[in-house]
């Protein structure tokens, strides 16, 4: 009974949050000033915002319709369709429903797999999160980064940037905030480059 009400909660949650986004994506939470402003950085069309807040909702939902487990245990970032998905799960089975999953949703284009079968510890994911925040705030405040376009998952000390870099010099300068962070081991990108196509690149 608690389960069932728990799952309940969680899915009005996030399509509550979905509603709010698609019906007034920056709006929603700044003001109209701030949103333009955000909006004139902001690489993607609002459409493709809305559509990539609906790709995250629907698998965040489906994941938690498979189980618990993978709802806590997979990352998902989206952008123009693409799809990252990280985490370290039980078993190789969770690894490929993620995928299924993901590869089910609609309007997605590509599946990033990132997702390893595994354990860690909660010590491991508070430093993770730490070097998360810790990036966040360095690609913000450096002005000659659009800090909007980038998403950032940290998973066993590994950072996974998700997005859209204005060149190449803009992400390699991310890529080298990121080797700065302390406790970063490596450093994988998924971000598209506006001037030189994809870029997937280890470090």
Not at 52 to 80: P, W
Not at 84 to 99: F, H, N
């Amino acid at each position: 009974m608690f389960r069932s009400a728990f799952r309940g909660f969680v899915v009005a949650s996030l399509i509550a949050a979905s509603a709010a986004g698609l019906s007034g994506c920056a709006g929603a939470v700044l003001g109209a000033g701030a949103a333009a402003g955000v909006a004139a950085f902001e690489e993607r069309p609002l459409r493709t915002i809305a559509t990539d807040t609906k790709i995250a909702t629907q698998l965040r939902v489906a994941l938690l319709e498979e189980s618990e487990r993978h709802f806590a245990k997979v990352g998902i970032e989206v952008f123009e369709g693409r799809v990252l998905l990280t985490g370290i799960v039980d078993s190789e089975k969770m690894r490929a429903d993620a995928v299924r999953l993901a590869w089910k949703t609609e309007n997605v284009k590509e599946v990033l797999n990132e997702v390893f079968v595994g354990s860690g510890s909660l010590m491991d994911t508070a430093k993770d999160s730490w070097i998360t925040a810790r990036l966040t705030t360095k690609i913000a405040v450096d002005k000659d980064v659009l800090a909007i376009n980038y998403a950032i998952e940290t998973v066993g000390a590994t950072v996974y940037l998700m997005g859209i870099a204005q060149d190449q010099a803009e992400l390699d300068r991310v890529i080298a905030h990121a080797r700065e962070v302390s406790y970063v081991r490596k450093v994988i990108s998924h971000v598209r480059v506006k001037t030189a196509g994809a870029a997937g690149a280890a470090s």
